[in-house]
C-alpha cells in the first residue's frame, strides 16, 4: 500500500481556483490508478475524478467535468486536481485515493474499488 497525503486546500471564494496535490510514498506509484473524491457535512463520500496509473486517461464526474482536471507526475509520486470556476457546493473534504492496477488501463471510479486513502483536505468556497 502507499501513504496519501493531501494539501492545498483552503478558503477561496465562489469563482476561485484551488490546485490540491495528493503525495504518495512508495517505490511503485506508477503501478497505481489514483483518484479524488469529496465529503461534504451530511453526505456520502462522492467520486470527482481518476486517472490511469500513466495519466493518459482519466475519468470524471459529469458535474466537475470541464471545471476541474486531475493530472499526474509519476517522478514526483504526486497527483494534483486543478479547481476553477468554484462553487459553494463544492464545499467539503477532498480525499486522494490509490489502487494498484500494475499497467492495466482501468480506471477506478467507485469508493469500495479504492484500496488506499489519505486523511482529506478541507476546501471551503464562500459566496
Known amino acids: 500500500q502507499v501513504q496519501l497525503v493531501e494539501s492545498g486546500g483552503g478558503l477561496v471564494q465562489a469563482g476561485g481556483s484551488l490546485r490540491l496535490s495528493c503525495a504518495a510514498s512508495?517505490?511503485?506509484?506508477?503501478?497505481?490508478?489514483m483518484g479524488w473524491f469529496r465529503q461534504a457535512p451530511g453526505k456520502e463520500r462522492e467520486f470527482v475524478a481518476a486517472?490511469?496509473?500513466?495519466?493518459?486517461?482519466?475519468s470524471y464526474a459529469d458535474s466537475r467535468k470541464g471545471r476541474f482536471t486531475i493530472s499526474r507526475d509519476n517522478a514526483k509520486n504526486t497527483i494534483y486536481l486543478q479547481m476553477n470556476s468554484l462553487k459553494p457546493e463544492d464545499t467539503a473534504v477532498y480525499y486522494c485515493?490509490?489502487?494498484?492496477?500494475?499497467?492495466?488501463?482501468?480506471?477506478?471510479?467507485?469508493?469500495?474499488?479504492?484500496?488506499?486513502w489519505g486523511q482529506g483536505t478541507q476546501v471551503t468556497v464562500s459566496s
Open positions: 512508495g517505490r511503485t506509484f506508477s503501478s497505481y490508478a
Open positions: 485515493a490509490a489502487q494498484e492496477v500494475g499497467r492495466s488501463w482501468y480506471v477506478p471510479v467507485r469508493t469500495a474499488d479504492f484500496g488506499s
Open positions: 486517472i490511469s496509473w500513466s495519466g493518459g486517461s482519466a
